[in-house]
């Protein structure tokens, strides 16, 4: 049974950090595209970053640029999102996800609340 996870959300202090965490388990996560999503309050749910099953290559939507960074660890299974210099529009649920081939799982997300 394929699960991904998601942990480290919580409440933060504009200019904060968070990392959040994806273990994945079920399937044999180097051979997964992962990436995370967000979905903020209200809105539609958009892409966070994405990282290649060889850790090699990763992207980013335009407003996580140079905020936050995307990495994984193959051998624990494990995603991670560092989320530098956060903005109270960072709030959002985000959600790992993991493809393979034409199979797209997702994780039932962690909180994420930007406030002062």
């Known amino acids: 049974q394929v699960q991904l996870v998601e942990s480290g959300g919580d409440l933060v202090h504009p200019g904060g950090s968070l990392t959040l965490s994806c273990e994945a388990s079920?399937?044999?996560?180097?051979?997964?595209?992962m990436s995370w999503y967000r979905q903020p309050p209200g809105k539609e749910r958009e892409l966070v970053a994405w990282i290649t099953s060889d850790g090699r290559t990763t992207g980013y939507g335009n407003s996580m640029k140079g905020r936050f960074a995307i990495s994984r660890d193959n051998a624990k299974n494990t995603l991670y999102l560092q989320m530098n210099s956060l903005k109270p529009e960072d709030t959002a649920m985000y959600y790992c996800?993991?493809?393979?081939?034409?199979?797209?799982?997702r994780g039932q997300g962690t909180q994420v609340t930007v406030s002062s």
């Open positions: 079920g399937f044999t996560m180097s051979s997964a595209l």
């Open positions: 996800y993991a493809r393979r081939g034409i199979t797209t799982n």
